[in-house]
């Protein structure tokens, strides 16, 4: 079931958010070759747990250990941190962060050059990012799922690249998943149409290469099949009467 928000859950949602916003800005300046995922990941702890009354979302979310997922390179999404994964200069790392706030959760990702990338990476980063903001534009009244998923599609097909179906966006708001699915890729005025106080997760996954997936013996890191590597940018947006608002905007 969809569960609509009102204009005072929103406003809570954006509270959180920005204190998410804030930890993001943060990590993306601590980010440097030599140090460790599971380093990032208590910096991460700490800023949040420094802002009354928000929590790490992911500490244990279905038995996650981290406060962050950190993928490295050819990871996709939900690297576990660790302090035997060190940063190199070259790399590029998703961070992803949930927080909890007020009864209320937000979910953001960002990913991040480390040092100097290759122009390859560095335009898939440019790329990625400008899908979300793509996918972002589409999520208004009136408009479809399929609109969100579409615009992401377009922006990244005609760069060349390719986006993950196998992971989704997703409604969120008194749970961290909530109803519906946001998939990367659609038709336009296909799907759930958009109303006023829907509150989702638009998180576009990019690979260099194709767009098959597989899960890492630790059950938890997803990977690209062919080892290319992948971006992940997301916001939590709400849509408003009049547009949407992105609750995790900085
Ligand atoms: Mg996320
Ligand atoms: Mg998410």
Redesign the pocket.
């Known amino acids: 079931m969809i569960q609509l928000k009102s204009v005072r859950e929103i406003d809570v949602m954006a509270e959180g958010g920005k204190i998410l916003a804030a930890t993001l800005q943060m990590l993306r300046r601590e980010v440097k070759p030599g140090m460790s995922t599971l380093d990032l990941d208590a910096i991460a702890e700490e800023f949040i747990r420094s802002h009354p009354g928000a929590t790490p979302a992911f500490k244990g979310l279905y038995g996650f250990p981290g406060s962050l997922c950190t993928s490295i390179n050819q990871e996709i999404v939900h690297g576990i941190p660790s302090k035997k994964r060190v940063l190199r200069d070259g790399d590029v790392i998703s961070i ?1 962060a ?1 927080i909890r706030f007020q009864g209320y959760f937000t ?1 953001s ?1 960002t990913t991040v050059a480390v040092g100097t990338v290759d122009p390859e990476t560095a335009r898939l980063l440019a790329v990625t990012e400008e899908s979300l903001a793509a996918g972002i534009a589409a999520a208004v009244p009136g408009n479809h799922l399929g609109d969100i998923g579409g615009a992401v599609q377009r922006v990244v097909e005609a760069a060349g690249f390719s986006v993950v179906r196998d992971l989704v ?2 409604g ?1 708001g008194a749970e961290f998943h909530e109803e519906p699915q946001v998939p990367n890729y659609g038709k336009p005025k296909r799907g759930l149409k958009l109303v006023p106080g829907l509150t989702i ?1 638009i ?1 576009p996954m990019v690979n260099i290469g194709g767009p098959a997936t597989r899960t890492l013996p630790d059950k938890w890191t997803i990977v690209t099949v062919d080892g290319s590597r992948s971006a992940h940018f ?1 916001h939590t947006v709400a849509i408003t009467e009049t547009g949407n608002r992105v609750l995790t905007a900085a």
Do not use: L, N, S, T
């Open positions: 992803d949930g979910d990702a966006g997703h969120i997760a998180e997301e």
